[in-house]
């Protein structure tokens, strides 16, 4: 695609602010008008003490998976502030994203799925033969999917789970702002990467949802993103990027409109 390939298109950016940067520059430089909307913040855990239990006993693991860039970035901050390390341990990370936090903080993961930036992906290359009698640790946001423990504890793991931020509503996000821009008719597309944004757009938008659900077309992550779309009344089939990085976010954008703009019928 050309360097303005999103000419035109009016893009609702819903990450939270610390991870939305990269993202609306890179929209931005393809031509598109972006809004930020932050459905999510991020913060520190309920309860810390768990975590820094486990992190202080790091000699005991063979493995330390991180999940996503959060629990890179805040996993790291609690293993430095605990004086531990992670030299000798081997690192997973879930996606590129992760994997780049980890880099930029010094660490090198052994283990980064190529495609599928998924707990699926990561578990393709964690066979039972890889993983059988080895201590792991999980690195995630607290009341994350149990799938991945749960599978690599089926193949003969050992695994305990690391809670070291959690996700919240922003207290300063405005529905009705929301409402009135999709009102315009400016914003065609509304961008969500985890269903956990979905629900906080339902509940800030409250009644005012029914402004943007004939209008906004949705941009997410997974087929159930999708049926949740429908259940919430919007109108205008949702498009499913394959992974929920920049790169695949921004070519499904691109793909969708060049056909729109073709047909005339954005």
């Known amino acids: 695609m050309d360097s303005r390939s999103l000419d035109g298109l009016g893009v609702v950016v819903t990450r939270?602010?610390?991870?939305?940067?990269?993202?609306?520059?890179?929209?931005?430089?393809?031509g598109a008008r972006v809004m930020e909307f932050p459905l999510l913040e991020v913060a520190a855990p309920t309860h810390e003490t768990p975590a820094r239990a486990l992190v202080d006993r790091l000699d005991d693991y063979d493995l330390a998976i991180f999940i996503s860039a959060n629990a890179a970035w805040w996993g790291l901050d609690l293993v430095r502030?605990?004086?531990?390390?992670?030299?000798?341990?081997?690192?997973?990370?879930?996606?590129?994203?992760?994997a780049r936090a980890l880099a930029a903080a010094g660490v090198a993961p052994d283990v980064v799925?190529?495609?599928?930036?998924?707990?699926?992906?990561?578990?393709?290359?964690?066979p039972a033969e890889r993983v059988t009698g080895r201590r792991i640790i999980i690195f995630r946001g607290e009341g994350g999917r149990a799938l991945l423990a749960?599978?690599?504890?089926?193949?003969?793991?050992?695994?305990?789970?690391?809670?070291?931020?959690?996700?919240?509503?922003?207290?300063?996000?405005?529905?009705?702002?929301?409402?009135?821009?999709?009102?315009?008719g400016e914003w065609e597309v509304l961008l969500l990467t985890s269903r956990e944004a979905m629900e906080n757009l339902a509940t800030i938008a409250g009644p005012g949802l029914e402004a943007c659900t004939g209008v906004v077309r949705l941009l997410v992550v997974n087929e159930d993103m999708v049926a949740r779309a429908r259940e919430l009344g919007f109108r205008?089939?949702?498009?499913?990027?394959?992974?929920?990085?920049?790169?695949?976010?921004?070519?499904?954008?691109?793909?969708?409109?060049a056909t729109a703009r073709e047909e005339g019928a954005p």
Do not use: I, N
Not at 16 to 30: C, D, M, T
């Open 113 to 126: 799925p190529r495609q599928r930036f998924t707990s699926e992906g990561l578990l393709e290359l964690l």
């Open 16 to 30: 939270p602010r610390h991870q939305a940067a990269e993202l609306v520059a890179g929209l931005e430089r393809r």
């Open 81 to 98: 502030r605990r004086g531990r390390s992670l030299a000798g341990l081997e690192v997973a990370a879930v996606g590129a994203a992760t």
């Open 236 to 257: 205008h089939t949702p498009l499913v990027a394959a992974r929920p990085d920049d790169a695949s976010l921004m070519d499904t954008l691109e793909g969708w409109w």
């Open 150 to 184: 749960d599978e690599l504890r089926a193949r003969g793991a050992r695994v305990d789970y690391a809670e070291v931020y959690r996700r919240v509503m922003p207290t300063d996000a405005d529905g009705r702002r929301l409402s009135a821009a999709c009102a315009t």
